[in-house]
């Protein structure tokens, strides 16, 4: 069963108050890549789940893990295998999930002992195109996979998203979420269904920005109920009744309790190609109760930022990330955060590189809060060989929390 909600927005973000910290909040914590290269773009990806996060170096091939102890965050182990790898990351308690592109790589351990548990090849005759695992998360026994050029039965390159479960020691696949083949006039190729995936204890989101469609553009964000098995989901449009204005809503999702946001990197609202988010809640808690929110606008958002390139949410706590803006620098890069109080999204703080840091830091093009009290934020491209780094940012010193 479908339900499109064509939405009117029920509640505007509340005027910002924003604040520029070159430190952040109260001086996060670094995470170095332990062998640096040049180029490696350490923070490709990253994740943060309690007291351990994983980040990602694709162009290394590898990904690290990191553990909390006192008030320091130490290296602990590297994972390598494959082309890619590190692409995606994802972690939740003594699970890491790593996406190569080709395959989802599955880990269990702590400290400095990790072993391979499965790796995941796509299963069937249609064609992923090197794109499975581009995204994962993970929620205690369950994995979303994303491979949004994969070939299914509604398009080519339509993408695809897959559910695999845990009983014991095996991940089995139980369930496909492919593109909607029903969506008004739009073309259902290459809309790069799965582009982004999230999930939480009832969800799970799945981004589809509908890049180059070769029809009419649009992009759109689907939420699926896990209760009656993924069958049923409401989905939202990029622009509510005209799916022509592209902004690439989906580029990133971020589902947790009764509350979603998206990344929409393109859209115009603050300058050409400026970006914001949407935000999204189910009251009621019930899968078709779920709707439109706000729309989140960074007060000195500009052309070219492309916020909402990274997005997360918990609680009442929204993160956005703008890797290309220029406050700190040349695509120094920002994290804008926003806090749900009396009724409004409220502009509290900008997060940004660190002193020292600046332009062509690439600043919260990657963001990892999976839970717990910490979050990360990457900045691949930061150091005096693009080696990157990741901050770690404590909702206990943060200013605003999260």
């Known amino acids: 069963m479908m339900k499109t909600i064509i939405a009117m927005l029920l509640l505007l973000a509340a ?52 553990e909390r102890s006192g008030a320091n965050w130490n290296y602990k182990a590297t994972l390598s295998t494959g082309f890619n790898f590190g692409d995606a990351v994802a972690v939740y308690d003594t699970t890491i999930v790593v996406g190569t592109l080709l395959q989802m790589k599955i880990y269990t351990g702590s400290g400095t002992t990790w072993t391979l548990q499965q790796s995941i090849t796509p299963a069937g005759s249609l064609n992923h195109n090197n794109t499975f695992g581009e995204s994962v998360d993970i929620y205690k026994d369950t994995i979303i996979v994303g491979a949004p050029l994969g070939d299914t039965q509604h398009g080519v390159n339509a993408g695809a998203a897959f559910i695999y479960q845990r009983a014991g020691t095996v991940w089995s696949l139980t369930v496909s979420l492919h593109n909607a083949p029903a969506m008004g006039s739009w073309s259902n190729s290459q809309r790069l269904f799965g ?17 180059n ?10 939420i699926f109920g896990v209760a009656d098995n993924y069958s049923g989901f409401m989905t939202f449009d990029d622009t ?8 690439w809503l989906g580029f990133r999702v971020d589902i947790k309790g009764n509350r979603a946001i998206a990344g929409a990197i393109l859209a115009n609202d603050g300058g050409n190609n400026a970006g914001k988010a949407r935000t999204y809640i189910t009251p009621d808690g019930t899968l078709f109760g779920w709707q439109e929110e706000a729309t989140l606008v960074p007060s000195d958002v500009a052309a070219d930022d492309q916020a909402g390139l990274d997005v997360a949410i918990k609680g009442n706590t929204v993160w956005i990330g703008g890797r290309l803006h220029d406050a700190f620098g040349i695509d120094a890069g920002a994290v804008w955060v926003y806090k749900y109080e009396g009724g409004v999204w409220v502009e509290k703080i900008k997060l940004g590189p660190t002193l020292g840091l600046g332009a062509g ?29 990741v901050f770690i940012y404590n909702a206990n010193t943060c200013p605003v929390g999260f």
């Open 240 to 247: 509510p009744g005209n799916p022509s204005f592209e902004e």
């Open 195 to 211: 582009k982004s995936v999230s999930i939480a204890e009832d969800w799970v989101m799945v981004g589809n920005p509908a890049i």
């Open 213 to 222: 469609t070769g029809f009419t553009v649009g992009s759109a964000v689907h």
């Open 361 to 389: 830091d690439a600043f919260g093009a990657h963001i990892g809060m999976n839970g717990g009290r910490y979050g990360g934020i990457a900045a691949p491209l930061t150091g005096s060989m693009t080696e990157g780094k």
């Open 15 to 66: 005027p910002a108050s924003s604040q520029i910290f070159g430190n952040g909040c109260d001086n996060p914590k670094e995470l170095l890549d332990p062998t640096p290269v040049t180029n490696s773009q350490f923070g490709g990806s990253v994740d943060v789940h309690r007291n351990r996060a994983v980040v990602g170096s694709p162009v290394d091939n590898e990904a690290y893990v990191y």
